[in-house]
């Protein structure tokens, strides 16, 4: 066995909610969708190859919704791709420190997505909306 295939899953406090944002604005693709009554429930979502799984809280998980954190570390050759892509959606970041300068993107949850460079660049060049500190 030489690698797992593993999925963060982030809990929610509405999944329609979650899935229109991380689609709408983050502009992931849907991979499945699990429903209840109709509605979403737990989804996958995807992209640049990178997967989540989207959780609607429920009794057993209530209070869980947006303590969740990805860690999501970029070679080089990745960067202009991300980018290119937060600038096409208009999607807004803000730059923090977590042991070095890093890009947080936050969900309607609070859930966060943390971008890392491989090179120790401090995302100056960034030219997308940011959220002041």
Not at 76 to 86: C, G, I, K, P, R
Not at 104 to 128: C, K, T, V
């Amino acid at each position: 066995m030489n690698n797992l295939y593993a999925r963060c899953v982030f809990f929610v406090e509405d999944a329609e909610r979650a899935l229109a944002f991380y689609t709408g604005q983050l502009g992931f693709a849907l991979d499945w969708n699990s429903q209840v009554d109709g509605r979403a429930w737990v989804v996958q979502v995807s992209l640049l190859g990178f997967e989540l799984i989207l959780n609607q809280v429920d009794d057993r998980s209530q209070g869980q919704a947006g303590h969740g954190r990805v860690f999501i570390g970029l070679d080089d050759d990745q960067v202009a791709a991300l980018l290119a892509h937060l600038a096409s959606k208009r999607i807004p970041a803000r730059r923090v420190e977590w042991g070095r300068p890093t890009l947080r993107i936050n969900d309607p949850d609070g859930n966060e997505l943390f971008f890392w460079l491989a090179s120790d660049d401090d995302w100056s060049n960034l030219e997308i909306p940011t959220l002041e500190s």
